[in-house]
């Protein structure tokens, strides 16, 4: 089982509608979740970062923690073409461990 | 917000020659950089770790006499891959991590994209 599971999609959406993208891991010892967000050759963006369980919100973006699921969230309200990229999950336990990072998921918002 | 600056963008080179990539944290200190591969459609692959003052630490299979890593100063690490070979071609990016690093996300450049003819 690999540690972060992200679908990879395509995942295709009409300009308004709800994005909801999700990650799930296996390592017990993440604390510390991000989403980022990557346009085509270019890094990644940090959109979200959450400690532990919980939700968190900022703009039309808000992201869930559940740990005891082990499963996280990512939804885009109100979505527009701009919001066409990659998103990718990524999560650490915290110190300088380094960052396991999900496939990543394409969405595409159509005009 | 952070911002990590990343250059070149985009660089050419021949086959047998070396190319240098800048990483640069530019309104805050990083004391741990991060080096990344991505190949199309993948996601992130690390290379290697560097800590400012201290010996890069390289990830299983990446070879450290090929992609060279110096971290001098708090703001500045550098990626040399050396005797550059057509399947070195790729999207490499590097990222950083401020401080306090036990709850500091992860700021990436903007990558670099190396292509070896």
């Known amino acids: 089982q690999k540690e972060v599971e992200q679908d990879p999609g395509p995942l295709s959406v009409p300009e308004g509608a709800i994005v909801s993208l999700n990650c799930t891991y296996s390592?017990?010892?993440?604390?510390?979740f991000m989403w980022y967000r990557q346009y085509s050759r270019k890094g990644p963006e940090l959109l979200m970062y959450t400690y532990s369980s919980g939700n968190k919100e900022d703009g039309r973006f808000t992201a869930q923690v559940d740990k005891s699921s082990k499963y996280i969230s990512l939804f885009i309200r109100d979505s527009q073409p701009s919001d066409s990229a990659t998103y990718l999950c990524?999560?650490?336990?915290?110190?300088?461990?380094?960052?396991?990072f999900g496939k990543g998921n394409q969405v595409v918002v159509i005009p | 917000g952070a911002v990590v600056s990343q250059h070149p963008s985009r660089v050419i080179c021949k086959s047998g020659t070396s190319v240098k990539i800048e990483c640069r944290s530019l309104d805050f200190q990083a004391t741990t950089m991060f080096w990344y591969r991505q190949f199309p459609k993948q996601s992130l692959m690390l290379m290697a770790t560097s800590n400012e003052g201290s010996k890069a630490t390289y990830e299983q299979g990446v070879e450290k006499d090929k992609f060279l890593i110096n971290h001098a100063s708090l703001t500045l690490s550098t990626l040399t891959v050396t005797s550059a070979h057509p399947e070195d071609s790729s999207f490499y990016i590097c990222?950083?991590?401020?401080?306090?690093?036990?709850?500091?996300?992860?700021?990436f450049g903007n990558g670099t994209r190396l292509t070896v003819t």
């Open positions: 990524a999560m650490s336990a915290g110190g300088n461990n380094r960052l396991a």
């Open positions: 390592n017990s010892a993440f604390q510390y």
């Open positions: 990222s950083a991590r401020g401080r306090p690093v036990s709850n500091s996300p992860l700021h």
